[in-house]
């Protein structure tokens, strides 16, 4: 297979020690992320080709974060170096009935002063067979959303398969741009969303109505056979329109699964109980990557979403932005008699 390209912001995170709060904290745990850069990481360990794609300051942070990236054997060719400033964000875990909370520092980052010149679209897609991005990036500024609506217009000349988590996030649109007015465009040419009611609602202004949600065993009242229709019919290119669904117990404590609609029915995945969550942030992210893998490696819809299911069930389990979960491993959870052995 040719590679998989993702392209956004490459990010420090820093957290309080264990799970102090912001206010009780006077030492942080720093580590590397962003959702897109989590996924080329997660498909690394799957042993899939991945080029990574961004631009952080040539300084020591901005270095280090790459080989951080580099060194679990994602492609960086793609990551260029200016700018003065590197994205940051601060994370207070939430744990039992308390809810995490972030504070994000990237105003004036390096990949906030991108256009749709920046990078050369068709150069980097040139041994590629998937594209990936995520409602993140287009948040940042108006560059960014342009830098990747270039990328997007490019892969789909080129024929190859446009995937996005939308990932809306309300305390990132801070440039004066309604997101409806950004979005829908970029999903004209992808082929595979993954979003949720929120996402839907915020981005493309699809709200449904009280008739529209029912009751999912396990996951209360929800309404993914409405706004993955909807979303289908808004933008034809559509292949699959994919909404993972979680029943947040506490903030320690999940229920998750999700579902797939191809445009004729809808596939439903295994549901997984995760009692005691280690680390939430990049769960989404390394679903988005495990389904990328499993697409591009099974025949049938559901081994694809059950794989994702388990890859991300088990980063929920790892510390850090990112899930390094091997494809043997996520297996073993797909197996649930393996789950919990000593592996001697």
């Not at 081994?303 to 091997?326: Q, R, V």
Request: one cysteine or more; a negative charge.
């Amino acid at each position: 297979m040719k590679k998989v390209v993702t392209f956004g912001e490459l990010l420090y995170r820093f957290s309080p020690v264990g799970n102090l709060r912001f206010s009780q904290a006077n030492q942080y745990e720093a580590t590397v992320g962003g959702a897109e850069a989590n996924i080329a990481i997660s498909l690394a360990q799957y042993g899939d080709d991945v080029e990574y794609v961004s631009i952080v300051p040539d300084n020591a942070l901005g270095q280090f974060a790459v080989r951080e990236v580099k060194k679990w054997g994602a492609g960086v060719e793609g990551v260029q170096f200016g700018g003065e400033k590197m994205g940051m964000y601060f994370l207070e875990k939430g744990g039992s009935l308390r809810g995490g909370n972030v504070i994000y520092d990237r105003a004036g980052a390096s990949i906030t002063h991108v256009d749709a010149n920046t990078f050369d679209w068709d150069a980097i897609l040139e041994d590629a067979d998937w594209f990936h991005w995520s409602g993140i990036t287009p948040a940042l500024s108006k560059g960014a959303a342009a830098a990747n609506l270039a990328a997007v217009e490019a892969a789909y000349r080129k024929g190859i398969p446009v995937s996005c988590d939308l990932n809306y996030r309300s305390k990132l649109w801070k440039y004066g741009v309604d997101p409806k007015h950004i979005m829908p465009k970029l999903l004209e040419n992808t082929t595979i969303c993954l979003a949720n009611e929120e996402d839907v609602a915020k981005y493309l202004g699809i709200q449904p109505q009280e008739s529209d949600y029912e009751i999912v065993d396990g996951f209360d009242k929800r309404c993914y056979k409405f706004i993955s229709k909807e979303v289908m019919k808004a933008f034809p290119n559509l292949d699959y329109v994919i909404t993972t669904l979680r029943q947040t117990i506490n903030a320690s404590h999940n229920r998750w699964s999700g579902v797939i609609y191809n445009g004729e029915e809808f596939v439903m995945g295994d549901v997984h109980e995760i009692p005691s969550i280690i680390d939430r942030v990049g769960g989404g992210d390394s679903f988005m990557a495990a389904y990328i893998h499993g697409k591009r490696k099974f025949v049938v819809d559901k081994e694809a979403l059950d794989f994702a299911l388990a890859a991300s069930a088990y980063k929920l389990s790892i510390p850090g932005d990112y899930n390094i979960a091997t494809e043997e491993e996520v297996f073993q959870i797909m197996d649930k008699n393996s789950i919990k052995k000593i592996d001697r």
